[in-house]
């Protein structure tokens, strides 16, 4: 694979933060099992799968991967958790700066079509297609936290909790790590009394338009921002479309598209 592919794909720097991440995988005593293989190429493929939205099978040579071994080994590392921790390695980066900011956190999904597979559901608003939801929760300026994905047929708020209690216990400048955002933002779909209650007994305090009395549209100088943030995650092309048959390889290829979303703000930050 040429030096310029491999850069724009996988910067230095990301590498640096990924492979002291990466599990290892021992060799047996007997002798045999899996060939040892060139990890820093299978990462270039499956950021290159993600980004491009090729089938594996059609990744192209000049990865010097074969398809077969970079779904292997994607399929492992997703199992071993890398793609999370690597996302909680560069939000480190991010807070260690100061550069989270904590202020609120903001909520959103969207629904995605599914060819098959677990996590998927009838998309009620896509004339009972089936299809997946991203959620999404960010930080006040838009940054990607936490991130779920469901059948397109759940509702909204029955992620909202498991967003909250997924934002990683991230880096601060001073004092210990911090989890915990000021205030929430969501539409209305995500009111309920019995939420409120439990966001203010983690010291958040709500910010959710109550249906028939306010419009979500008081939301929308927040709004754009976590809007935003998913246009950037469906600026990776494997997302636009499922056609992962487990659930986990679906939200895995989220949490990586995450991770570089952050990236790229950080690297910018650093220029």
Known sequence: MGVGLSQRLVPDE???LAAPLLPSFPSRPQGGGT???DERAVFNAVVYVLTSGCTWRHLPETFGVSPATAHRRFSAWTKAGLWRRLHQAI???FGARGEVDW???IVDAASVRAKKGSLTGR???DRGKKGSKLHVLSDAQGLPLALGVSG?????SQALLPLVVGIPA???RRGPRRRRPGRLRADKAYYSSERLRWLRGRGIVPRIARPGIESSERLGRHRWKIERSISWLFGYRRLTTRYERRGSHFLAF???AAALTCYKKLAKLAT
């Open 123 to 125: 998309n009620p608003v």
């Open 91 to 93: 939000l480190d980066e």
């Open 103 to 105: 202020t609120s956190a």
């Open 152 to 156: 397109a047929n759940v509702h909204n």
């Open 170 to 172: 991230t880096r601060s």
């Open 14 to 16: 990301l590498w640096s």
């Open 254 to 256: 989220l949490g990586l």
């Open 35 to 37: 060939a040892p293989v």
